[in-house]
């Protein structure tokens, strides 16, 4: 058997993993529902490639109705392959389309040489596409951040930010005029890269910022891959904990305040129904807004 039958072979059991995977995230935090118009960011990487795919299968075999339409934004970035993606997009029959806006030029006139760019990048993008999604009538924003970008986001912000706080599988974004959603939220980023090579997606590799070795996240990136490997398990560990958090043994004091807890007629030792839900704009899930936090529902 050729390695190329036997990743085929392993095919059937990946696509039911990410399947099922995706589809519990989708129905954990009520992701979308009857009638929505999906957006799909695909950038031409394999996280948004596998999104697309995914969720493509599962629109064929959901309850419900929902429209889906891929977005991919040309940044206008010297020697882009801009046809890669509309080939792929009309090869497969989906629906499509091309936002051209020239960022990389603004990004490269503000950002000092060899300075990081993606946080200016990433601003510009956001407000391109959720204006996009707004005036198209797009009920939601699918992003293909998986369950170690939440992880390494995590470290990123104890780290460097002085917060406890990684990507929400769901939320309002900060104009309230659009719902985001992130559907690989419990999917393993190699089950994605396994994924991609054996599909042969057509990825398209991200030059504005291909060059910087010395990111942040990437040295974040190395020491989670040390400690799995030292202690397998460990990273495992850490994304149950953020499905398991406790707001009363930690320091927050305005999460904590004497006056929210009175007001509730509540105790430090309720910690199962510490905050109500009302709190709550879109989901449970902890990590998803910096607004008080309901635990009782945690599975």
Known sequence: MTHQQSNYNQLPKLEKRLRHKVGKAIADFDMIEHGDKVMVCLSGGKDSYTLLEILRQLQKRAPIKFEIVAVNLDQKQPGFPEQILPNYLRSNEINYHIIEE????????????????????????????????????????????????????????????????????????????????????????????????????PIIPCNLCGSQENLQRKQIKLMLAEWQQKFPGRVESI???????????????????????????????DQETLFDDEFLPLTDFPVAVDQPISVKNLP
Request: proline share 3%; charged share 25%.
């Open 102 to 201: 020239d960022t990389y030029s603004i990004v490269k006139d503000k950002i000092p040489e060899g300075k990081t760019t993606c946080s200016l990048c990433s601003r510009l993008r956001r407000g391109i596409i959720y204006s996009w999604a707004i005036k198209n009538q797009v009920t939601k924003i699918a992003l293909g951040h998986h369950r170690d970008d939440i992880i390494e986001t995590l470290f990123l912000n104890m780290f460097y930010g002085g917060k406890i706080k990684a990507m929400p599988a769901k939320l309002n974004s900060d104009d309230g005029k659009n719902i985001v959603i992130r559907p690989l939220a419990y999917v393993k980023e190699k089950d994605i890269v396994a994924y991609a090579q054996i599909k042969k997606f």
């Open 239 to 269: 994304f149950t904990a953020l499905s398991n958090v406790t707001p009363s043994h930690l320091l927050d004091a305005e999460l904590l305040s004497t006056a929210l807890l009175k007001k509730r007629e509540i105790s430090f030792t």
